[in-house]
């Protein structure tokens, strides 16, 4: 079997990012903690959230753009097909969903559940199967016409 | 500017680059994992099985000191038990992910190459967090 090493190699970057954070400043890693408290925390705890949120963005753009062929925007490796109203409608349950249950993907995923918290563990069961559930009947099930 | 301050950016810009190395800035990858009916994609299950075995060891390593680098403590989440607001946060944010295939970390990561959807997702996902501030104290 031949592992996808683009895969396994950006998890482990994900994770040491995750280790890193947690060394220097003593935070977790979680994004949407991370960016709703970089305009709602108190004007002292906001700048390091700044920090990781801009580099963020730099190393993102940067290796999107060593990934794009000669020649291609590297925002034509991403997708550009659902229609605003889906991405507004998602973003606001995505928002609304990660504040409620304090965390996301990286918060629960890859923080929560590698420190062996059963909270993390149960959300991220319960956002997985919803995800799952959700795509399903989009794409099986009828869709949004 | 502060030690911490370049420290939190250098942590950011490690998640950045990997999850752009790992094809994780695509929702059509987030989609083709959680499609389990379709053609179904395993990258993000190898992506977060990687990341998983390094935070925890990581983690695990960088706990036993008695304190962070460039803070005086550690702060982890402090709640422990379970309950409704976990359950139906992760529910509402799994229907958003399952419907548009970005969590925040991805989203925030298209806009630094001007992704059209991000644009819109992401101001969306600022007004949840708001809305979410407003309605529960």
Not at chain 1, 53 to 62: E, H, K, P, T
Not at chain 2, 116 to 128: D, I, K, N, S
Request: proline content about 4%; hydrophobic content about 55%.
């Amino acid at each position: 079997m031949t592992l996808p090493w683009a895969a396994v190699a950006g998890g482990a970057v994900i994770g040491a990012a995750a280790v890193v954070l947690l060394a220097t400043t003593g935070r977790v890693a979680g994004i949407s903690g991370i960016a709703a408290g970089s305009v709602r925390a108190a004007p002292g705890e906001r700048g390091w959230r700044w920090a990781f949120l801009l580099g963020l963005l730099a190393a993102a753009g940067l290796v999107l753009w060593w990934q794009a062929a000669p020649g291609q925007a590297p925002r034509a490796l991403l997708r550009d097909a659902l229609p605003a109203w889906q991405l507004v409608g998602a973003g606001l349950l995505v928002g609304f969903g990660t504040r409620l249950g304090n965390g996301c993907t990286s918060g629960h995923g890859v923080c929560g559940l590698a420190r062996g918290s059963k909270r993390s563990l149960l959300a991220v069961l319960v956002f997985m199967a919803c995800a799952m559930l959700t795509t399903f009947l989009i794409r099986h099930g009828g869709g949004l016409a | 500017m502060s030690r911490a301050m370049v420290a939190a950016g250098a942590a950011g810009a490690l998640f950045g680059a990997g999850l752009a190395l790992a094809g994780m800035t695509d929702p059509r990858r987030i989609l083709g994992f959680l499609d389990i009916a379709g053609d179904f994609d395993p990258t993000l299950a190898w992506v977060l099985a990687s990341a998983l075995l390094v935070s925890a060891v990581g983690q695990r390593w960088v706990l036993r000191r008695a304190r962070p680098s460039c803070a005086t403590r550690f702060q982890l989440p402090a709640a422990r038990g379970v309950d409704l607001r976990l359950v139906l946060g992760a529910a509402l944010f799994g229907i958003g992910w399952g419907w548009a295939g970005y969590c925040p970390g991805p989203a925030i990561a298209g806009l630094a190459v001007g992704s059209r959807e991000a644009l819109w997702f992401v101001p969306a996902m600022l007004a949840g967090f708001w809305l979410h501030d407003r309605a529960v104290r």
